[in-house]
């Protein structure tokens, strides 16, 4: 007895060890990276993921997978994406050896205006209902990238989701916890309950969904083109929709609309160089947080302790002030790149960094002017990458689903602060800002990094752990995106006033930070909370410069897959 109770004294002091002794070396949860050569594909739906490998396969260029994959997406994951929604995208064109960007965001109803909100009352727009939906950039994008880079007919890109639509597909786990909660949120909105629940109820996992209107949709779309939904019986319907219901948003406002090419922005971080796309987005955030933190050596500060989770949230306020003064719709109000992106600004700003507090007030910088969501990326043979994000905003949307037409449109507008003077102040035809940003990454010149982290204010914060995860902590691609995070909130954000914060926020830290970082926040000023998963998506293709081999990377937070071939 005594040796037995022995034996079990031993394994128990050993538990510990035995318990984090993976063939990786981290102490979290990880998974291998999939690693292919001919091409390879990442989205947050398993399905949506074979068929844009089925695209390459078929001789389909990287940006034809990611439209037939996104198309995909929209069907299978309307909890986050879909054609009443608007489109961001950076494509590597290997041929070129060039970077190219595209801003597909729609604007607001030009009939609106904001004296009206104000007149009627309003501090700022609604999240439902017809009042903040604009344009849905979503199929123009399409278009714009398969004009440019497609090789495959848009009719076989759309092909497979069209059958998916008429037949059913079994809806997978995380996207159906999301469409539970968000049917009671959207039953009262107009053509949500007949096109988007089963009985008054949200599809459960496993339970076949099919969805024959937006079938019908994508069809008229591969017949007649992207001016099929901007100009024809689809933009009507959403016209006449809208005058029915109390909105603005018509069949001029569709027919007017054109995204646009965009140069990519980029920092160096270390010697990689890390792109975004300039405003009306937050992707610059990203690019703020990593100059500022660059000024510090990672190499002495281990991952996941106390000072790390600090300085990175300290930057984090830093950037987001200035996100929230100066990032708007550029044909509005243009932000000061240049300066914003200096690394001598980055220094100033670095000095309001505090080693031992955590701040409590932040300005924005002082110069005058010179939020659910899918991720995908795909490669193919030829070292061509894309990376792509595209949203409806607040999970399903605005509810408003027109009739016959099987998709709902975005409450993008939702963004649009409704103060006079504000950079992002609501006005007719302009493009709100934007919480959905897809990354990119090089190194000497080649493709090294496409990657996205989905979910609103998440984002940017996402993109810094994922390049830190990478670059300074030396993890793999699969371990980046397992990694546990870290979200702040709490800051100043684009919907509200530009004030300083004056609560210096609290800090999400996700399962795996261990008691010693928690206490030691705490000790600093911070307020750590807890939260039930707030922490993103994220999906990455790396490329070797030297073997062209591909390296994939899909989390577990969500349902997704990367696989290539």
């Given at each position: 007895m005594k040796r037995r109770l022995l034996l079990v004294s031993l394994l128990l002091a050993v538990a510990p060890a035995l318990a984090a002794d993976r063939v990786t070396g981290r102490p979290f949860t990880t998974r291998s990276e999939v690693i292919a050569r001919n091409g390879m594909v990442a989205t947050s739906q398993p399905l949506a993921t074979q068929i844009g490998l089925d695209v390459l396969k078929a001789g389909g260029s990287a940006v034809d997978a990611a439209i037939a994959a996104n198309a995909a997406l929209g069907l299978m994951e309307p909890t986050g994406n879909g054609i009443g929604g608007d489109l961001f995208a950076l494509v590597w064109d290997a041929k070129a050896g060039k970077l190219y960007g595209y801003n597909g965001s729609g604007r607001s109803p030009r009939s609106l205006s904001l004296a009206w909100f104000r007149e009627h009352g309003y501090t700022r727009i609604p999240p439902y209902g017809p009042l903040p939906v604009s344009v849905p950039g979503c199929v123009d994008g399409w278009f714009a990238l398969h004009q440019r880079f497609g090789r495959r007919p848009m009719r076989e890109l759309l092909a497979p989701t069209i059958r998916y639509a008429r037949e059913g597909f079994p809806l997978s786990e995380v996207i159906a916890y999301y469409w539970g909660r968000s049917v009671p949120r959207l039953r009262d909105q107009p053509g949500f309950l007949e096109q988007f629940t089963i009985d008054g109820r949200a599809p459960a996992k496993g339970e076949i969904w099919k969805n024959p209107n937006l079938a019908a949709t994508l069809e008229t779309i591969a017949r007649g083109g992207r001016d099929a939904f901007y100009k024809g019986a689809i933009a009507r319907t959403i016209g006449d929709f809208f005058a029915a219901h109390g909105g603005f948003l018509s069949y001029a406002d569709m027919a007017a609309h054109s995204g646009e090419w965009v140069d990519p922005v980029a920092v160096d971080y270390r010697g990689y160089q890390v792109w975004e796309?300039?405003?009306?987005?937050?992707?610059?955030?990203?690019?703020?947080?990593?100059?500022?933190?660059?000024?510090?050596?990672?190499?002495?500060?281990?991952?996941?302790?106390?000072?790390?989770?600090?300085?990175?949230?300290?930057?984090?306020?830093?950037?987001?002030?200035?996100?929230?003064?100066?990032?708007?719709?550029?044909?509005?109000?243009?932000?000061?790149?240049?300066?914003?992106?200096?690394?001598?600004?980055?220094?100033?700003?670095?000095?309001?960094?505090?080693?031992?507090?955590?701040?409590?007030?932040?300005?924005?910088?002082?110069?005058?002017?010179?939020?659910?969501?899918?991720?995908?990326?795909?490669?193919?043979?030829?070292?061509?990458?894309?990376?792509?994000?595209?949203?409806?905003?607040?999970?399903?949307?605005?509810?408003?689903?027109?009739?016959?037409?099987?998709?709902?449109?975005?409450?993008?507008?939702?963004?649009?602060?409704?103060?006079?003077?504000?950079?992002?102040?609501?006005?007719?035809?302009?493009?709100?800002?934007?919480?959905?940003?897809?990354?990119?990454?090089?190194?000497?010149?080649?493709?090294?990094?496409?990657?996205?982290?989905?979910?609103?204010?998440?984002?940017?914060?996402?993109?810094?752990?994922?390049?830190?995860?990478?670059?300074?902590?030396?993890?793999?691609?699969?371990?980046?995106?397992?990694?546990?995070?870290?979200?702040?909130?709490?800051?100043?954000?684009?919907?509200?006033?530009?004030?300083?914060?004056?609560?210096?926020?609290?800090?999400?830290?996700?399962?795996?930070?261990?008691?010693?970082?928690?206490?030691?926040?705490?000790?600093?000023?911070?307020?750590?909370?807890?939260?039930?998963?707030?922490?993103?998506?994220?999906?990455?293709?790396?490329?070797?410069?030297?073997?062209?081999?591909?390296?994939?990377?899909?989390?577990?937070?969500?349902?997704?897959?990367?696989?290539?071939?």
């Open positions: 796309l300039p405003p009306n987005g937050q992707g610059i955030a990203a690019l703020q947080m990593l100059n500022i933190l660059e000024g510090f050596d990672f190499s002495k500060i281990p991952f996941g302790s106390a000072e790390h989770v600090h300085l990175f949230t300290e930057a984090k306020k830093l950037a987001f002030e200035d996100r929230a003064r100066y990032y708007a719709d550029p044909a509005f109000a243009a932000a000061p790149l240049d300066r914003l992106l200096s690394k001598d600004y980055a220094a100033e700003r670095r000095r309001l960094i505090s080693p031992d507090q955590a701040a409590r007030s932040v300005p924005a910088g002082d110069f005058k002017p010179g939020t659910d969501t899918i991720y995908l990326t795909t490669a193919d043979r030829d070292g061509n990458m894309v990376s792509l994000i595209q949203s409806n905003y607040r999970g399903m949307g605005s509810g408003m689903a027109p009739p016959g037409l099987g998709f709902i449109l975005q409450d993008r507008g939702e963004m649009f602060v409704l103060a006079e003077g504000h950079a992002n102040s609501f006005a007719p035809g302009k493009r709100p800002f934007h919480t959905i940003i897809p990354a990119f990454v090089t190194r000497d010149g080649q493709p090294w990094l496409s990657f996205g982290v989905m979910g609103g204010d998440m984002q940017p914060q996402g993109h810094v752990q994922i390049v830190m995860n990478l670059i300074d902590f030396g993890m793999n691609l699969q371990e980046a995106g397992d990694a546990p995070r870290i979200q702040h909130e709490g800051s100043t954000s684009p919907e509200g006033e530009a004030q300083p914060m004056k609560t210096g926020g609290w800090i999400d830290l996700e399962t795996g930070f261990p008691y010693e970082t928690i206490r030691d926040l705490m000790r600093k000023g911070h307020d750590v909370r807890f939260a039930d998963g707030p922490y993103g998506g994220y999906q990455a293709i790396a490329r070797d410069p030297k073997t062209g081999v591909y390296t994939g990377a899909s989390e577990s937070r969500k349902d997704g897959q990367a696989a290539g071939y």
